[in-house]
């Protein structure tokens, strides 16, 4: 099974490391890892820290970037590698622009999505913005929901996502506070983690 990873930001990449982690230990899934460098060097930094080497970079930061460039940048960057990849799985997770538009690429190239911390809720677009919308385009075009609490489970059942698509798992953040407290401390893990 070929498993795409898309990794945008700091936050991702350190909610993702465990998952990616594991997923590679596995001898029967052969996991790639795509980084659109939405948080460039704050992204790099927690990728070193958990030995993570992307597969592919799309390198899209720039100045002044809106929701709408960023979501461009994704969607162009990141079509042509499902096309040439073919992964079985594309996976995500979050509520950032570039799990949106990965998941929108997957999906119009009949490429399930896995989405890692689905469910999440404020219920109100405005707040946060954009992640808010993100986050319930993302859940209804997935495939599968990994939801952290029963909490974001019932929200999306609620919203109509298929129950035997919903699995909860907790929240992957607390795998990696579990790895990085069982390391030395390192000078630089303070930065990463602030």
């Known amino acids: 099974m070929n498993i795409l990873t898309v990794i945008g930001t700091r936050p991702e990449a350190v909610k993702l490391a ?3 982690t594991a997923l590679m230990e596995n001898t029967i899934v052969n996991v790639s890892v795509l980084v659109t460098a939405q948080h460039r060097e704050m992204l790099d930094e927690v990728l070193d820290m958990f030995d993570i080497v992307p597969d592919y970079d799309l390198d899209i930061m720039s100045d002044n970037q809106t929701p709408t460039d960023v979501f461009i940048q994704v969607l162009n960057g990141i079509q042509p ?3 040439q990849s073919k992964p079985d799985w594309l996976l995500v997770q979050g509520d950032t622009t570039t799990v949106l538009a990965s998941t929108i690429a997957a999906a119009y190239e009949k490429i399930p999505v896995g989405h890692i911390e689905a469910g999440l809720r404020t219920y109100d677009r405005g707040n946060p913005f954009p992640e808010e919308i993100n986050r319930v ?3 209804h075009a997935a495939s599968l ?3 952290p609490t029963i909490t974001d489970r019932a929200a999306l059942l609620r919203e109509g996502i298929s129950n035997h698509t ?3 798992t907790g929240n992957t953040v ?3 506070l579990n790895t990085i407290i069982s390391r030395p401390e390192s000078p630089s893990l303070r930065t990463i983690l602030s």
């Open 137 to 139: 385009l993302t859940d």
């Open 18 to 20: 465990p998952v990616v």
């Open 81 to 83: 590698i499902l096309v």
């Open 145 to 147: 929901h990994f939801a």
């Open 174 to 176: 607390v795998d990696t």
């Open 166 to 168: 919903i699995h909860v």
